[in-house]
């Protein structure tokens, strides 16, 4: 099970935190990705950490801005989003891989097990 929270309202150029809290698996048996979907557009992959490995892989759109981290007592993944833009306004979904370390690309058949999302948008 995955649960998000941290979500909300921001200006742009602000910042928001937010957690997924994984329970079931172990962060080091499973990469874990976070994804947004934007209205009318298609979910996207914006980061995803390997604590196994120890590898991230972003997305080009975040590099720089945003953050992935994880907590192995906590159990809990974080993104850390930073210099926030309106574009990146998007419901952010973690979800696990189906295997210990990133794919190379964000594809929606990597990850099985989604969480229900958390709104973040940014606007003045």
């Known amino acids: 099970q995955l649960v998000e929270s941290g979500g909300g309202l921001v200006q742009p150029g602000g910042s928001l935190r937010l957690s997924c809290a994984v329970s079931?698996?172990?962060?080091?048996?499973?990469?874990i990705a976070w994804w947004r979907q934007a209205p009318g557009k298609e979910r996207e992959g914006v980061s995803c950490?390997?604590?196994?490995?120890?590898?991230?892989n972003e997305a080009d759109s975040v590099k720089g801005r945003f953050t992935i981290s994880g907590d192995t007592a906590k159990n809990t993944v974080y993104l850390q989003m930073n210099s926030l833009k309106p574009e990146d306004t998007a419901v952010y979904y973690c979800a696990t891989a189906v295997q210990s370390w990133c794919p190379s690309q964000f594809r929606n058949f990597e990850f099985d097990y989604w969480g229900q999302g958390t709104q973040v948008t940014v606007s003045s």
């Open positions: 950490i390997s604590v196994n490995r120890g590898t991230i």
């Open positions: 079931g698996v172990t962060l080091n048996s499973y990469a």
